[in-house]
């Protein structure tokens, strides 16, 4: 099939060069050239593992492209994905902002000269599809089209392996035409048996909001009982162990931490409190879910200061991981724009390392952090170390080199990487999330 994808970000590049490996002719477009010149020049200008070689190899077959002109590829599509941005809008009250959805569609209604489904990838309200349809009709009322929502779910790190094998794709229409388009699109998942919802177009642009929203609670919650575990003296890495085994909770997003972060959690979590108080309903464990997460993020401020002996003032403080998760050099909305300018406030000097995020982090943190070029580095002469994000790279460090390079041995895990017992062992101060440290 011939396919458009409308924005090169995260999601459409991710989506477009997926799709190009399952055999279709993609033809990505973006209005940003310098984005598109790099593209066609073999530059990825995101970090996700194994991207890079899926754009190349789908280029070179000649299944992937990337141009800024709209006119070259919607005419001749089957079907356009509109994969643009729905940030927070600037106002800052919560609501996504929809101008690139809509402009995206009154660029693409002009060029629509046969039958084509035009399907919504981006995280929108619900109701949106059905503006996108309008926009288009009042642009070109001659156009023959079909509107579908069809919802992404997958995390950065880990994108290709969850496009390629799904746990499900989610498909809201509301004309039979369009069903087949979206269901050929994705008829390579049949083999593996992808299950495949078909739904109504609400119900799909509601389904996104509320699998993010579910994830989000589920994290604060094992937060929140990481944080009861420390006050009750229990261990919050068994007891999420013994819970996760009841197949109605399910182990995954059980693991505690310094608070999510990224570019969809606390986006659409706020999007959906907005969404739900215009239509008069509430999302109180949504909000609940918020509160935690903002709450956690200055709890781990104060685990630290309390770790260092309760003042961070003229410490030194080593930061191993800056960017919201591993295997991605996105720093938005991560845990470490909030922690580290609280400690840097009080007086506390940061040096810090992480594997691809910090040139981007160099954007979202203050300046006077020493960035360095490996753990060890951030280590030496320093009076602690927080063990920030979970990259493989730091799940095996020679703990004894880490101890003998810091100025006091005091290791806060915020991801609970390390077994307390052993950092005990080895002489550490040592503070994780909801675990038990003896002695
Ligand atoms: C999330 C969803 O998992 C995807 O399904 C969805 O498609 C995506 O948002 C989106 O809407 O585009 P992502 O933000 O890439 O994906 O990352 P996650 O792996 O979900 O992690 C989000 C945050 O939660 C990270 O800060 C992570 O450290 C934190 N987290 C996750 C925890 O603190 N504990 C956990 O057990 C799991």
Redesign the pocket.
């Known amino acids: 099939m011939n396919i458009t994808m409308i924005g090169t970000g995260y999601?459409g590049l991710v989506t477009g060069t997926c799709l190009a490996e399952f055999g279709h002719f993609v033809t990505c477009v973006d209005k940003i050239a310098e984005k598109i010149e790099a593209l066609n020049s073999g530059k990825i200008p995101i970090y996700e593992p194994g991207l890079k070689d899926l754009v190349h190899k789908n280029t070179k077959e000649g299944r992937l492209k990337f141009t800024t002109n709209l006119s070259e590829a919607v005419p001749d599509s089957d079907a356009v994905f509109i994969a643009v941005g729905t940030p927070t809008s600037r106002r800052g009250d919560g609501y996504a902002d929809l101008t690139y959805i809509y402009e995206a569609a009154r660029e693409i209604a002009p060029h629509l000269s046969s039958y084509t489904t035009v399907i919504d990838k981006s995280?929108v309200p619900v109701g949106t599809a059905r503006q996108v349809a309008r926009i288009i009709r009042e642009t070109n009322p001659d156009a023959d089209f079909d509107i579908a929502s069809n919802p992404?779910?997958?995390?950065?790190?880990a994108a290709i392996n969850d496009f390629m094998r799904p746990d499900r794709v989610v498909i809201g229409v509301d004309s039979e035409r369009a069903e087949k388009v979206l269901r050929d699109i994705y008829k390579p998942l049949y083999l593996i048996e992808t299950p495949i919802v078909c739904t109504t177009i609400e119900t799909a642009e509601l389904t996104?909001y509320a699998?993010?929203a579910f994830?989000a609670i589920k994290?604060s919650f094992?937060n929140e009982i990481a944080n009861v575990c420390e006050a009750v003296g229990a261990d919050v890495t068994d007891l999420a162990k013994a819970i996760g085994m009841d197949k109605r909770i399910g182990p995954?997003?059980?693991?505690?931490?310094p608070?999510?972060?990224?570019?969809?959690?606390p986006k659409?979590t706020l999007a959906l409190m907005r969404i739900v108080q215009e239509h008069g309903e509430n999302v109180r464990l949504v909000e609940a879910a918020v509160e935690v997460n903002a709450a956690q993020k200055a709890r781990m401020v104060k685990k630290i200061r309390e770790t260092l002996g309760g003042s961070e003032t003229g410490k030194t403080i080593a930061f191993l991981g800056l960017t919201?998760?591993p295997e991605t050099d996105d720093m938005r909305e991560a845990p470490s724009i909030t922690i580290i300018p609280a400690l840097m406030e009080k007086g506390a000097k940061i040096k810090a390392h992480d594997p691809q995020g910090m040139e981007e982090a160099k954007k979202y943190l203050p300046e006077g952090i020493k960035y360095v070029q490996n753990a060890y580095e951030a280590c030496e002469g320093a009076d602690a170390v927080v063990l920030m994000t979970e990259w493989n790279q730091y799940r095996s460090l020679d703990l004894e080199r880490i101890k003998a390079l810091l100025r006091q041995p005091v290791f806060i895990d915020l991801r609970n990487v390390y077994d307390p017992d052993r950092m005990l062992d080895l002489g550490f101060t040592y503070a994780g999330v909801g675990v038990l440290v003896k002695g």
């Open positions: 999601v995280t992404e779910f997958l995390r950065e790190g996104k699998a993010n994830l994290i094992i995954k997003f059980l693991h505690p931490g608070g999510y972060g990224g570019s969809c959690f659409d919201f998760k």
